[in-house]
């Protein structure tokens, strides 16, 4: 095990998505602001490359959040880092503005995070994973001002150590698969479903299915439909049809900055009703426009007289049985108490994530991180776990907090404004510790 005692970064991200990369963009701005001392970064992602959401990068989809809303905007309108600075040094400035939209592809966006990434790439180690994170030895006798951050780098032998004054997690989202059912060669996530799809001939899919009530189900259903014309597709939904994503302006103020707070400081009713009464803005929902699209294909195959697209409304899957290449769904009706058998060749369970849980890589460390009432971590405005001594050191998450700080905990919309909110949290506390770097 090697280590870099020699060295003690002032952030050490873990993960190198949105999150940590709109993170390092406001470090980045942070260090032309206050040049004599400027804040110390490196980030360890385990994917061999930089990539968001790939698997889900389908023909013609957009955005379901405003481009303003990018990795910087929101902090700072004047950023090199934004969407538009991005669509300037592509040469497709006017091209856009010509679009009238304010949902670019999500393969552009994508485009835009690989441009800011390639800023970056001199403070971020790939196939490098963090498996753990521990005290220093001399701990013991104060308290900890920097962590150990254990580093596995694929291909190499053992791992090292990597010092922090504070770290900042941002390891993603969970796939979530329905309860008892396991992903194989013909059963998958969506967050794996381009790779998947690309390593079967399409020739081979007869009956395909997709369960799921949110946009990932009703996109890769369209996609199916599009892509494979002799096929025919099932639709798996719990609820009745799919539920329309509720993006009006008074809705979509959930996602303001100032939404935070009124999240972060209200009460239990409050949040309480934050989420009655706003789930439908993310959750399980669809955008009008695709379940528009999705109608009338079927409504058009009954004019014809022949059917290929069929929704299984209240309908959960409840078991899958594998044979061979035979994959059978039994599925359960909520309408009653009948189940039935849907033999398909391919299986797509766009059923959602779970929320990011630090605990498992906090390890030893999680003993002195505080819980709620309720046994959740307890976090800071600043996104900063609460800790107790030996431990005070900045522990910092992007996502995994939606008990905390709401909705937008976990997407785009906010992603600015919380990343330049934990530079600066960092920023004055070195400060605080070594006046005069501020």
């Not at 963009?25 to 110390?40: F, S």
């Not at 498996?131 to 190499?156: K, N, T």
């Not at 992903?183 to 799921?212: I, M, N, Y």
């Not at 400081?265 to 993310?282: C, I, L, M, P, S």
Request: charged residues 25%.
């Amino acid at each position: 095990m090697g280590t870099g005692a020699q060295v003690i970064h002032d952030v050490v991200g873990i993960g190198f998505g949105p999150s940590n990369l709109s993170l390092a963009t406001a470090l980045e701005e942070h260090r032309t602001n206050v040049p004599a001392r400027p804040l110390t970064a490196a980030f360890f992602e385990r994917q061999p490359s930089f990539g968001w959401h790939r698997n889900m990068l389908l023909p013609s989809t957009t955005m379901q959040v405003s481009f303003l809303k990018d990795l910087a905007t929101f902090r700072n309108p004047s950023s090199r880092f934004s969407f538009v600075s991005y669509l300037h040094a592509s040469g497709r400035l006017a091209d856009f503005v010509n679009t009238h939209t304010f949902f670019p592809t999500r393969q552009e966006f994508h485009q835009y995070l690989e441009w800011v990434e390639a800023s970056f790439t001199d403070r971020v180690s790939y196939d490098s994973e963090v498996v753990g994170l521990a005290l220093p030895p001399d701990a013991a006798s104060g308290l900890a001002r920097y962590l150990q951050v254990e580093v596995r780098d694929r291909g190499g032998s053992g791992t090292r150590l990597v010092n922090a004054r504070n770290v900042v997690v941002s390891t993603g989202l969970v796939p979530r698969m329905p309860v008892g059912v396991d992903r194989d060669e013909r059963v998958w996530h969506s967050s794996e479903f381009l790779d998947r799809f690309r390593q079967v001939d399409p020739h081979t899919l007869k009956r395909v299915a997709v369960v799921g009530a949110g946009q990932s189900a009703a996109e890769i259903t369209r996609f199916f439909h599009d892509t494979l014309p002799d096929a025919q597709v099932f639709a798996i939904v719990p609820s009745y049809g799919y539920s329309v994503a509720d993006s009006t302006p008074f809705a979509n103020q959930v996602f303001d900055p100032d939404a935070v707070d009124d999240y972060f400081y209200g009460t239990n009713r409050t949040k309480d009703a934050f989420w009655q009464y706003h789930k439908n803005t993310n959750y399980s929902v669809v955008d009008d426009d695709v379940i528009r699209d999705l109608h009338r294909r079927v409504y058009d195959e009954d004019v014809r007289g022949s059917r290929r697209l069929h929704f299984l409304d209240l309908t959960r899957v409840s078991d899958v049985k594998r044979a061979g290449n035979e994959t059978r769904v039994v599925l359960e009706s909520l309408l009653d108490t009948d189940s039935q058998d849907l033999d398909v060749d391919v299986l797509v369970c766009a059923t959602g994530y779970d929320s990011m849980d630090p605990s498992a890589l906090l390890g030893d460390l999680d003993r002195y991180c505080l819980r709620d009432a309720s046994g959740r971590h307890q976090v800071g405005r600043d996104y900063r776990l609460r800790t107790a001594p030996p431990l005070s050191c900045g522990i910092y998450l992007q996502g995994g907090t939606e008990h905390t700080h709401g909705l937008s905990s976990s997407l785009l919309s906010n992603i600015a404004v919380r990343s330049g909110e934990i530079a600066d949290s960092i920023a004055q506390r070195r400060a605080e510790d070594e006046p005069g770097t501020a």
